[in-house]
Every structure is written in structure tokens, then in C-alpha cells.
């Protein structure tokens, strides 16, 4: 419990922190968004009058506690932009980042675990140093130009998915299930070389440990060995590799979005960074920092839960 | 003569590293029977963890076994077997307990569980019945409240509640011979002594039979009927305990039983043999204990003595022959 409420309060100072942290940013940004709106043609006194009705002309400090006390009542404010709440533009965009970065995720576990138990296995043969070499390359290789050949594989050569046509869930479950393939799978395929090669390392390394040596010793196959003790060791350093994965996958998803056209966070932000859209971005920008957090907030807990070591000790 | 349970015979195990192959153990022979337990003592890098590690097919990838034979039960030949059939033989025929209790057992993983998981993979029992099978030994070895400890951690327990865990996890699959690698090593005094009571008990009880290794001599004349002293890789002297503690014959082992600390000296300085073992690679044809004998001779240099029989020890050294031998009726 203690643990608990430790780990919570960290959670909090952070949140904070990072608000006030994007808060500061926006307004040390050059531009004035009001001008930004009302075109080069306005004048000052115009921008001026504006700057007064979106509350720009108050001290940095009335800004900021607005802003804040704003979101504790769902209300983020009003887009620049698109003279709408940002909370109902975010809302429309979050389920398409969402999807994306599950899929992406979900991708990298049924991949990236099977293939990195695999390698280790065979560690020594020539299967295994082959599929060590493509994760070398697969590191090497940013996700946006996997998604430019993925691209030219497969939505150009094969016909076999769509490029840049978004389907909602809502419309038709299996053609947004195709709109999405592609994009996560070029947003997960370094994750997964990530993931072989830490989960290899990880498999290696334990295969050495004196446990190990006390199963083979009780004559315990090494099948047994792998999925039953060396698994449950290597539990907690795969669970840190994927907070840091999900984290990755939101910040991949900013430029896979804009390479496939998906109408999610990523596009969005960028195209409010440039419009000066600052309500917008500020949210935007605190959104994804809060899940960051809160993920690496929700690992933490899962440690509790599953290494018996920490559970007990609390 | 009883057939042995096990049976050693000019056992050859070498390292091979770049520059070539070296012998790690020599012609190496023993046997352990029925209800025995033999002792290996030998400074460190004798070659003790290597000979068990040989009997349980588990050399290092570099290490292999060169010559000789190991004879399990007078009929299966513990060289060259495949995975499969070692599998069938560790746990269940031969196992093994180590030094350290703590890293030797899985940190997440219950210690109820890593001693029944013997039993789920060699026996076709029910899980119910493998559990109280399992509790039922915990209580054996001194394990108090077997139910509540059966799903507890490794971290839970102290070290000697750990060391009765390894134990018995080397007992449940009811072996013929068990192997344990210095396992009181770890562990401070008074629990040492209760463990060596545990080992005594289960030769006593269970019939246990053993190969029990260990530096420590008030350890082996506890525990052991017989002693194998071992130098750099070679068999020197062999003979029930007693005797090697009151008349040693081989320097080496009068030099091992000098330096066993003695409350009688208190206050003198400790003696230790001058010298070390010689590593792999300076091994020569001689007497491997040339180097640090205080009574060696011209031929030790050259000469690899020959065993020798005297009344009911066998020793390798030049010092002794067979005409000293005195035929024990
Ligand atoms: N993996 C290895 N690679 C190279 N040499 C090794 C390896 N393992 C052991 N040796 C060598 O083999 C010899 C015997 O080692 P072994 O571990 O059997 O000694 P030991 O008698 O068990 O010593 P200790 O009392 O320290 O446990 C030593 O000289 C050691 O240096
Ligand atoms: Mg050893």
C-alpha cells in the first residue's frame, strides 16, 4: 500500500510538472495566434481586441490557472483553429491514435515474444544469427520508410490494402482493421527488433543463472525450462521494454499518421503546431505526456503484482 | 561383493581451448555403494564440481569426457547418452544439491512447486497426489508448516530453511545416488550442524547413498563412510575416514589434515601447504604434487606412481609399495 501511494504521488508531482513545462513552451514560442487568425492584414489594434476575448491578454500565470482548473472540468479550452472545443476535436481523433497504437503494440507482442524466444533457443545456429542480422537492420530502419515500402508493396504492387483510405471501426470493422495493418505493422516492425533482441538477451543471460542448472539438474526439459522458469524471470524486463515501447509507438505515430493519411493525434498535431492553434496543442501535447505517465505509472504497478519480491516487501 | 551403484572408471575429463586439449581430470576411479556415502575433498580446483558435474552429464560446452567410463547401477554407461535419456536419469536416478541455496533455487517461483515439478516430470501421479507427496517430504527434511511454506518464495525463507528446500527437491525423486556439492558451505554454523544432522538422518532413514563433497573435514567425518582425496584432477588417497584423519599416508592429504583448525593450538598461526594447485595448463607427467611435496624424490618428477593398497587405503605415491601392503583378512 505504501507503494502504492508512493508511486501515486510521484505520478502527481510529474503530471504537474509536465503541465506547467507545455505551458511554458507555447508562450516562449514566436508568433501571436491571434494574428495568426485574423491574417497579416490585421491590424493591432484588431489583434489586440481579439487577444482580449480569448483571454490572451492576462498575466501568464491567470493563463495557466485557467487553463489548469479548465481541465479539471473537461473543459480544454477552445481551438484557434477550428472554432471548436478541443475537447470534442480530441475526442474524434483519440480512438483513430488508439487503434493505431494497440494494433501496433498487439503486433509486436504475438511477433516480437514468439520470435525472441525462438532465437534464443536456437542461439548458436545459422536461423538464429540470419534473424539477429535482420534485427540489426530493423533497428537501423525508421518506421516511416518501412511504411513507404510497405506502401509500395503492398497497397501499389499487390492491390492488397488500401494506402491513405481511412475506414472507421463503425463503418466496417474488417476494412478498418486493413486501413490500420499496414500503419502499425511499419510503426512495429523496430519495435519488434527491439523486442527479439532484448527478449534474447534477456533468455541468454538467465540460461547461465544457477537456477537453470538446479532444473536441468532435476532432469526438467529444456522446453520446461524456458516457458516455466526462465519466463517468469525474464517477465519484469519484458514488461520495462514495453512501457518503453508505448511510449515509442505514441511518438511513432505522429509521422506514420501524416505517411498514411490517418486522421489521428499525430496528423492533427502538426497541423496545429503550424497554425499556431496554441489551446489545441497545449492539450494535446499535456495529453500525451499524462499517458506517458500514467503508463510508466501502470508498469510500475504491474511489478508489484507480478515479481513476488517487490509484492512482499511493500 | 555387492555390485556398486556407481562405478568410475579411469575417468579422463579436459578443457579444450584454442591451444589445445587439457586434462582436467585423470584417470580418476571410484565407486559408491549401496547406502554409502563417499566424500571428495581436494582444494579448490581439484576438480570436484567437474566430477559430479561429469556423472550428471552437465560438462561444460568446452569440457568433455575423453576416456574412461561411468557405470550407473552396473549397467547403464553415463557416457554418451542423448538429452532425452539424461533427462530421465537427473532427478529421478542421480541428483544433485549445490552450495548456494539462494541462487540455486528460482527467485519467482514457488519452492512447493520447484520441488513437486520433479515429480510432474518423471511420475504420472495425479497433481494432488504429487502436493501432499511434496508437503509430506517438506515435513521430513525439518521444513515447519509445510502447507503455508509450499507456496511461499525463495526470499521468504533463511538460508537453511533454502538448503532443506534443495534438499529436498534432490530427495523427491527417491534417486539412487545423490550428489551434493559442498552444501553446508553457505551457511553459518548452527545451521550447518543442523543440516549435517538432516544428511545423517536420511543415510540412517531413507538409505540414502551419496557423494558428498565438501573442504571441510569435520563435515566429512560426520557424514561420510569413505573419503576420496582429490589433486589436480587425480586420485591420491582413498580410505574410510578414520583412517585418513589419523594416518594419512599421502603428503598431500597429511598436509590437508595439518591444516584442519585444532582448538588444541589456538593462538598458533594456521598452517596452510605452501604452493597452489597447478592450473590446467602446468600439469606435468610426474606426481601432480611434485611441486609442493616436503618428501618427494628424484622419481616424482617423472614417474606417475601407481596405486597402492594398504590395508584398507589406496594410495598414488612413490613413497609406498606393494610389499608394504599388509592383506586385510
Ligand atoms: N568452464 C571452465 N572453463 C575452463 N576451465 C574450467 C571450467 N570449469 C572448471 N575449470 C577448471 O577445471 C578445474 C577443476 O574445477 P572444479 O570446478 O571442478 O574445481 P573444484 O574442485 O570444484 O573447486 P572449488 O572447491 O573451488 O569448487 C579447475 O582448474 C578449473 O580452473
Ligand atoms: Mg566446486
Known amino acids: 500500500m505504501r507503494y502504492i501511494i508512493y508511486k501515486l504521488s510521484t505520478f502527481i508531482v510529474t503530471i504537474a510538472l509536465v503541465s506547467l513545462i507545455v505551458f511554458s513552451v507555447f508562450q516562449v514560442l514566436p508568433g501571436r495566434p491571434a494574428q495568426t487568425i485574423l491574417g497579416i492584414d490585421a491590424d493591432e489594434q484588431q489583434v489586440a481586441q481579439l487577444e482580449k476575448e480569448l483571454g490572451l491578454d492576462q498575466s501568464l500565470w491567470e493563463q495557466y490557472i485557467s487553463w489548469i482548473s479548465g481541465l479539471f472540468s473537461g473543459d480544454l479550452g477552445e481551438s484557434l483553429k477550428y472554432q471548436q472545443p478541443v475537447i470534442d476535436i480530441l475526442l474524434d481523433r483519440i480512438p483513430v491514435t488508439f487503434s493505431l497504437a494497440m494494433l501496433s503494440i498487439v503486433l509486436t507482442a504475438l511477433i516480437g515474444i514468439p520470435l525472441g524466444i525462438f532465437i534464443a533457443r536456437t542461439d548458436g545456429k545459422w536461423v538464429s544469427t540470419i534473424l539477429s542480422m535482420l534485427t540489426q537492420l530493423g533497428i537501423a530502419i525508421p518506421s516511416f520508410w518501412f511504411g513507404f515500402i510497405l506502401i509500395l508493396l503492398f497497397s501499389v504492387t499487390f492491390k492488397l490494402f488500401p494506402s491513405n483510405s481511412y475506414v472507421p471501426w463503425s463503418e466496417d470493422f474488417f476494412g478498418a482493421l486493413q486501413s490500420f495493418f499496414l500503419p502499425a505493422l511499419a510503426l512495429a516492425l523496430s519495435n519488434i527488433a527491439i523486442m527479439i533482441r532484448y527478449l534474447r538477451n534477456t533468455i541468454l543471460d538467465q540460461m547461465k543463472m544457477d537456477y537453470v542448472r538446479t532444473a536441468k539438474c532435476k532432469g526438467l526439459s529444456e522446453r520446461w525450462i524456458v516457458y516455466r522458469h526462465i519466463l517468469r524471470n525474464a517477465f519484469i524486463p519484458i514488461l520495462t521494454i514495453f512501457g518503453m515501447i508505448i511510449a515509442d509507438t505514441l511518438g511513432g505515430s505522429i509521422i506514420i499518421e501524416n505517411v498514411f493519411s490517418l486522421p489521428g493525434l499525430g496528423s492533427l498535431l502538426i497541423q496545429s503546431i503550424s497554425a499556431r492553434d496554441f489551446p489545441l496543442v497545449q492539450s494535446m501535447v499535456l495529453y500525451i505526456a499524462v499517458l506517458v505517465v500514467f503508463i510508466n505509472f501502470l508498469v510500475d504497478l504491474l511489478y508489484k503484482v507480478i515479481d513476488p519480491r517487490i509484492r512482499l516487501k511493500g | ?329
Open chain 2, 1 to 329: 561383493m555387492v555390485e556398486p551403484i556407481l562405478d568410475v572408471k579411469d575417468l579422463d575429463v579436459s578443457f579444450t581451448f584454442p591451444d589445445g586439449q587439457y586434462k582436467a581430470i585423470d584417470s580418476l576411479s571410484f565407486t559408491v555403494h549401496s547406502n554409502e556415502v563417499v566424500g571428495i575433498v581436494g582444494e579448490s580446483g581439484c576438480g570436484k564440481t567437474l566430477t559430479s558435474l561429469a556423472i550428471m552429464g552437465m560438462l561444460p560446452d568446452n569440457a568433455s569426457i575423453t576416456n574412461g567410463s561411468i557405470c550407473f547401477r552396473h549397467k547403464r554407461h553415463l557416457v554418451s547418452l542423448s538429452e532425452k535419456e539424461w533427462q530421465s536419469i537427473r532427478g529421478r536416478a542421480i541428483s544433485m544439491i549445490f552450495q548456494e541455496p539462494m541462487t540455486a533455487l528460482n527467485p519467482v517461483y514457488p519452492v512447493g512447486k520447484q520441488i513437486s515439478e520433479v515429480l510432474i516430470k518423471h511420475t504420472k501421479q495425479s497433481r494432488k497426489a504429487i502436493k501432499e507427496q511434496t508437503i509430506q517430504l517438506m515435513k521430513q527434511v525439518g521444513l515447519p508448516r509445510a502447507e503455508a511454506l509450499y507456496h511461499s518464495y525463495p526470499h521468504q525463507l533463511s538460508g537453511g530453511m533454502r538448503q532443506r528446500i534443495v534438499i529436498a527437491m534432490a530427495l523427491i525423486g527417491e534417486p539412487d545416488l545423490i550428489i551434493a556439492d559442498e552444501p553446508t558451505t553457505a551457511l553459518d554454523v548452527t545451521i550447518q550442524s543442523q543440516i549435517i544432522q538432516l544428511f545423517r538422518k536420511l543415510k540412517q532413514e531413507k538409505k540414502v547413498s551419496m557423494l558428498f563433497i565438501s573442504h571441510d573435514w569435520g563435515v566429512l567425518s560426520q557424514v561420510c563412510d569413505r573419503v576420496l582425496v582429490l589433486y589436480a584432477g587425480q586420485l591420491v588417497e582413498t580410505g574410510p575416514i578414520s583412517r585418513l584423519v589419523d594416518e594419512p599416508l599421502h603428503p598431500y592429504t597429511k598436509g590437508l589434515i595439518r591444516s584442519i583448525p585444532d582448538r588444541a593450538k589456538r593462538g598458533e598461526p594456521l598452517y596452510t601447504i605452501p604452493g597452489r594447485v597447478p592450473p590446467l595448463k602446468e600439469r606435468h607427467r610426474g606426481c601432480p604434487f611434485y611441486d609442493r611435496c616436503r618428501e618427494r624424490m628424484e622419481i616424482c618428477r617423472t614417474v606417475r606412481p601407481k596405486t597402492v593398497n594398504i590395508k584398507e587405503q589406496m594410495v598414488q605415491c612413490h613413497l609406498y609399495t606393494e610389499e608394504m601392503d599388509v592383506p586385510s583378512s
